[in-house]
């Protein structure tokens, strides 16, 4: 299991064998804290994997964690420092240890799923949190699949309630969860409209979506098209403007947009959850949780051809700053992954 407390380690041949290159910060901040250090390597507790990682996933769970907000977050994480230095969540990899109580995987399996601080040669991930890696994907397509994919697996299905012929909106289609929700959105049989930026619409024409709107030039409020249900991810529309997009009973699920209060970062999550008993819409949320049943709906999915991840480029270890950089500016198309 990983130290709660962790200290970056120095290099020397003594500690070599039982430490691993990372990427870590040891304070709270920007892309500008985060460096390659060494740090002493994990060893999986009785319902853990230990993962030789090949690849991980960046999204904005690690920028979070990363600056330390919202401040609610650094009560599980640290309150005046990370507990963990090492970033990252998302993982894909070859077992080389397991637990005791691990049943499911053995040494040698090529695997995917959701640990922490995965930015590194080896992880230690929950078998609970844990699937076989989809037989036609590379180290770097599977590292970009879980939070991503299981958010938009989620918020459409379970929360959202799609349905075959409904017209769904997704905002931020561009995005890492967008780019799946709208590949999922379509396998569920509904008619799917996007944003994105300018630069951005070609993606989300290319990933299925039946309509596309440039969300510097069009309104999806505007009256013209009315949604059975919208995924926000990106923007923070106000509830208003999301309830003027909505047909009388539509849903509404929240599970994204920044700058939504330093301390909680839901103000308009709660917002929503406050209003929606009082009115037909429904407008909701969740937390999204990672867990193996998920991944391996998206195994099939993905090994019949229905999903696939949208990864525009990968980056080593030396270089994840400067991914991060591109994807809080939103310059990523898709997804980013970090290489090993």
Known sequence: MVAEDQHVSTDSPATAERTMRAVVREEYGEADVVRVARVA?????DGEVLVRVHAAGLDRGVWHLMAGLPYAARLVFGLRRPKNPVLGADVAGTVVAVGRAVTRFAVGEEVYGFG?????????????SLARKPANLTFEQAAVVPVSAVTALKGLRDVGRVRAGQQVLITGASGGVGSYAVQLAKAFGAEVTGTASTAKLDLVQS???DHVLDRTAQDFAD???RYDLILDIAGNPSLARLRR?????GTAVITGGEGNGKLTGMRRQLAALAL???VRQRLTTFVGTVRSAELEELTDLIEAGTVTPSLE??????????AIRRLVAGEVRGKVAITV
Request: cysteine-free.
């Open 313 to 322: 480029r990968t980056y080593p270890l030396e270089q994840a700053p400067e």
């Open 223 to 225: 009256g013209s098209r």
């Open 41 to 45: 390597r994990p060893e999986p507790g």
């Open 116 to 128: 922490a601080g995965t930015f590194a040669e080896y992880a230690v991930v929950p078998e609970k």
């Open 207 to 209: 990933l299925g979506a």
């Open 245 to 249: 997009a909505l047909t009388p009973t």
């Open 276 to 278: 929606s008993p009082f």
